[in-house]
């Protein structure tokens, strides 16, 4: 089942014309997976410190539909897709809530999970598998 997370635009998110910087977009992308990981009882700063695996996103795209402003009121949507036994996507809507509800931007990243010391493929640790599934 796909993850919401809510959020308010803060100004900390905005650039001098007063709408979310285009990289910021990423950014709130990436806080809804990590709340969506901590949600189903993931330790962050576990899973993000370098125990041997680590998770790069290796490639991202983005689409944006409609500016934000400071003081909206949003939803990321995330859903995971596998891709590979190493490596998975996700699918990530920001919505402004309304009314009317309006789709900002549509994003997806796409993470490999690699061995640290080697840097080579491996397959995903069980609880990120169970993440995966459970999300997806």
């Known amino acids: 089942m796909p993850f919401s997370y809510h959020r308010t635009i803060h100004f900390a998110d905005t650039d001098a014309a007063g709408v979310v910087f285009f990289a910021n977009y990423l950014a709130l992308c990436h806080e809804a997976y990590e709340e969506s990981l901590a949600a189903t009882g993931i330790n962050i700063a576990r899973f993000f410190s370098d125990h041997g695996i680590i998770i790069p996103i290796a490639r991202s795209t983005a689409d944006y539909l409609r500016p ?22 996700l699918d990530c ?19 490999v999970c ?7 493929r491996i397959a995903f640790p069980a609880a990120l598998a ?6 997806g």
Do not use: Q, Y
Request: with cysteine; hydrophobic share 45%; aromatic share 4%.
């Open 130 to 135: 169970d993440w995966i599934k459970a999300a």
């Open 114 to 120: 690699i061995a640290s010391a080697t840097r080579t």
């Open 93 to 111: 809507t920001i919505a402004k809530l309304g009314p009317p509800e309006k789709i900002a931007a549509r994003i997806r990243t796409e993470h």
């Open 68 to 89: 934000m402003m400071c003081g909206e009121k949003i939803r990321v949507t995330i859903t995971p897709v596998v891709l590979s036994e190493n490596s998975f996507a």
